[in-house]
């Protein structure tokens, strides 16, 4: 799986930044994956205290995660020099966040209890942070009715159950017992902190990518955009509290915590944002939605001849941007330009109903399609203008959803 867009670009602010997530791991198979786990969320930026259980001291030592994290790893309540040996929610008290991953049919059964006989199961019972556990055991384990009993007791109690996932098992067999990849549950961690951020109560549409107009069943006329601009606000939006719905063309991994909606035509872009936006508070609209589409589709592979070329005939697609509207939505324009950037912007707000214009030079070296970093310019429709510097697409994420807040707030007044 490729690595999520967040953590492969040059952000100020790693995700993170200051925030302490206790690991735990637990026995299981799948508990070698933790180590690249403890290594994401350090890369993110978070402080990570790891607790292995006495299982799952069977299956991974403490000198990994140690190296991995820079800080002490707690396997005991009764271990000397274990800050839980003079304080047993420690731990629990500094968490903004717990995942366990992976998470045992029997430690899912002690949480469930509230049983707190170890160091892991004694954090989550004292803790007020939120709590992620991620499920990995045989299949069969998992759809037994005590697990699945306790799951539900688990997610009533408000524990994000992530996965698990279908997919080879360590059996062998085939089933639903994986652990969710580490991007997905950075991902969710990003989220849980995030909860109560500026944008919570908010439902946020972005849209990504670059819609494939067909011309027969197995060509497209398409656009370079990449999608990685809409899915960094997507992620930006997210980890600020929003509820959000991604529209997109663009074949990323998916964004955990998000609703994602595959759109890949005008066509279906327009049917996805249209009676979404009715209910949304903010639109951005940061696909490369086609122009021109190719004005007939053959239902047949158009085959060569030897002789001669072909021509296409395009015709003009209509901007549904206008049309989306709801009680309150305020929408947010990108214009990807080469030249007359900011005139061009500005000549897009007004039609679009745009509170304002994400302009995008997108032949200036380290902007613009595919890119890690964009520099945008902000464009008002009266004349307004905003250059940011070069920035990491996530901080650009960040950067419009500032702008747009205080629109959004002077709007529910
Ligand atoms: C080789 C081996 C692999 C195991 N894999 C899993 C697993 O993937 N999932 C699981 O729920 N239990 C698994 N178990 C069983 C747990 O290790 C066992 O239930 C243990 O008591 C869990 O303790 P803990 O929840 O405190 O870590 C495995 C056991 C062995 C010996």
Not at 253 to 266: L, M
Not at 326 to 341: I, M, Q, S, Y
Not at 376 to 396: I, N, R, W, Y
Request: glycine fraction near 8%; charged fraction near 20%; aromatic fraction near 4%.
């Amino acid at each position: 799986m490729l690595p999520s867009i967040s953590s492969i670009q040059p952000n100020s602010r790693p995700p993170l930044e200051g925030k302490t997530v206790v690991l735990g791991v637990t026995g299981s198979i799948a508990a070698y994956k933790a180590a690249d786990i403890a290594s994401k969320l350090v890369q993110a930026g978070a402080i990570v205290d790891v607790i292995l259980t006495t299982a799952a001291t069977e299956f991974v030592g403490t000198s990994t995660f140690e190296a991995l994290t820079h800080r002490p790893v707690t396997t005991g309540l009764w271990e000397a020099h274990s800050e839980l040996s003079i304080d047993h929610v420690a731990l629990a008290l500094r968490a903004d966040c717990v995942l366990i991953a992976p998470a045992t049919a029997n430690t899912l059964a002690k949480l469930a209890l509230g049983i707190s006989d170890d160091p892991l199961s004694a954090t989550v019972l004292a803790t007020e942070a939120p709590v992620i556990v991620a499920p990995a055991m045989d299949a069969d384990m998992f759809a037994s009715p005590a697990t699945q009993r306790n799951v539900e007791t688990l997610i009533a109690d408000g524990v994000v159950v992530a996965g698990p996932a279908d997919g080879r098992l360590a059996s062998g067999l085939i089933g639903k017992g994986r652990l969710v990849e580490t991007a997905t549950l950075v991902g969710l961690v990003r989220q849980a902190i995030g909860r109560r951020g500026d944008y919570s109560g908010l439902h946020v549409i972005v849209s990504a990518g670059g819609t494939k107009q067909p011309i027969d069943p197995i060509r497209f006329i398409s656009n370079r955009s990449t999608g990685k601009m809409g899915y960094a606000i997507a992620e930006a939006a997210r980890d600020r509290g929003a509820k959000v719905t991604l529209v997109t063309a663009a074949d990323l991994p998916d964004p955990a915590g998000v609703s994602i909606v595959r759109a890949n035509t005008v066509d279906e872009m327009r049917d996805a944002i249209l009676p979404a936006s009715a209910e949304a508070d903010l639109l951005v609209m940061a696909a490369a939605i086609s122009d021109f589409t190719p004005a007939l589709v053959s239902d047949r592979k158009i085959k060569k001849t030897d002789s001669g070329g072909m021509s296409l005939e395009l015709t003009r697609v209509e901007d549904f941007m206008p049309l989306a509207h709801g009680r309150n939505l305020v929408k947010v324009a990108f214009a990807a330009e080469t030249n007359d950037v900011e005139a061009n912007a500005r000549a897009k707000a007004v039609p679009k109903g745009a509170a304002f214009v994400v302009a995008n030079d997108v032949s200036e070296p380290g902007s613009g399609f595919g890119t890690e970093t964009n520099r945008v310019t902000f464009v008002d429709a009266d004349g307004g203008s905003e250059p940011q510097p070069l920035m990491g697409k996530l901080d650009v994420g960040h950067a419009i959803l500032d702008r747009a807040l205080p629109l959004l707030t002077k709007r529910l007044r």
